[in-house]
């Protein structure tokens, strides 16, 4: 067996759960790869880079997922984002994400507040956008906005693309490893909510990567304040010095916003001054 051969095994033995099959093929890959130069067996390799997916994004995410489901619900809603009854069910779907569902008794004030001086939104760059996409209803969009988003999942991200179109916003929400490529086209606002934690457990680098890589005007991190299982445990204090250390020495200028559950920092460029 070569080692081309014995690569693409691993991969597919990986892929084969259910709760694997739709992460980005190009990340299981190299994971794959690392298990199999470290000198791991195919068994405990298939264990190990389950896990590290897992902990990377797995874990944040309810299992069975109904996407299709889902995508039929929606075709009956309005697509007015305005609509209650839109809302609701917004609502209700982003209770299945960890990251959204922990936001949700504080999302009105979280992007009221966090984006208050931006007024209405032309461009928004959601990196790692989970179930966030849900989320649009409550940002100031101007007419003509546009909506990028990408994640590691391709049904999460064919989802929050539907949901962009059901809602007539122009962009795009794809599938992709942000480890591998920053995307670079020019936006108005990045999110990157509660996700370099979880990046950093791929590759240490991509924080400060991911701050310098983004071609945007605003950029909005967030830390959780809590662990999965509920704990604060200081977690928002270690992500603050993390957060600090980040962004030592750019010259981005800063506000910081504390929620109960997640700790948020709007980065926005300096303004030139008129010559
Ligand atoms: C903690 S969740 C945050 C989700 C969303 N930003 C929010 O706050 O509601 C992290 C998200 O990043 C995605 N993710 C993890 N690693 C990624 C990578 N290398 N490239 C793209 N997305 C990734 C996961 O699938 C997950 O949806």
């Known amino acids: 067996m070569t080692g081309a051969t014995d690569l693409t095994e691993l991969v597919d033995a990986i892929r084969k759960a259910p709760a694997y099959r739709r992460i980005e ?4 890959a190299r994971l794959a790869g690392a298990e199999l130069s470290k000198g791991r067996t195919f068994k405990e390799a298939v264990k190990a880079v389950r896990g590290k997916l897992h902990q990377v994004a797995g874990a944040y995410l309810a299992d069975g997922l109904e996407l299709d489901a889902w995508a039929a619900e929606l075709a009956l809603l309005s697509h007015d984002r ?7 069910w917004c609502q209700s779907k982003m209770s299945q994400h960890a990251s959204t569902r922990e936001r949700l008794p504080t999302l009105a004030e979280f992007y009221a507040q966090t984006l208050a001086g931006l007024g209405a939104l032309h461009s928004i760059l959601d990196l790692g956008c989970g179930l966030n996409p849900l989320a649009l209803p409550w940002m100031n969009l101007a007419p003509d906005a546009a909506y990028y988003g990408c994640d590691l999942y391709g049904d999460l991200a064919g989802f929050g693309d539907a949901f962009r179109q059901h809602l007539g916003l ?22 990157a909510l509660k996700l370099i934690p979880c990046l950093e457990q791929l590759d240490k680098t991509i924080g400060s990567r991911l701050l310098t890589g983004v071609n945007t005007e605003h950029l909005l991190v967030s830390f959780p304040a809590r662990s999965l299982g509920g704990r604060a445990k200081g977690m928002g204090r270690t992500y603050e010095s993390h957060f600090l250390e980040l962004t030592a020495g750019q010259d981005w200028q800063v506000q910081r916003f504390a929620f109960p559950n997640e700790l948020a920092f709007l980065l926005s460029r300096p303004r030139m001054e008129p010559a």
């Open 25 to 28: 093929p190009g990340l299981v």
């Open 170 to 191: 122009g962009g795009a929400v794809v599938t992709s490893d942000l480890t591998t490529a920053i995307p670079n086209q020019p936006v108005q606002l990045a999110l």
């Open 82 to 88: 305005h609509d209650p009854a839109l809302r609701a």
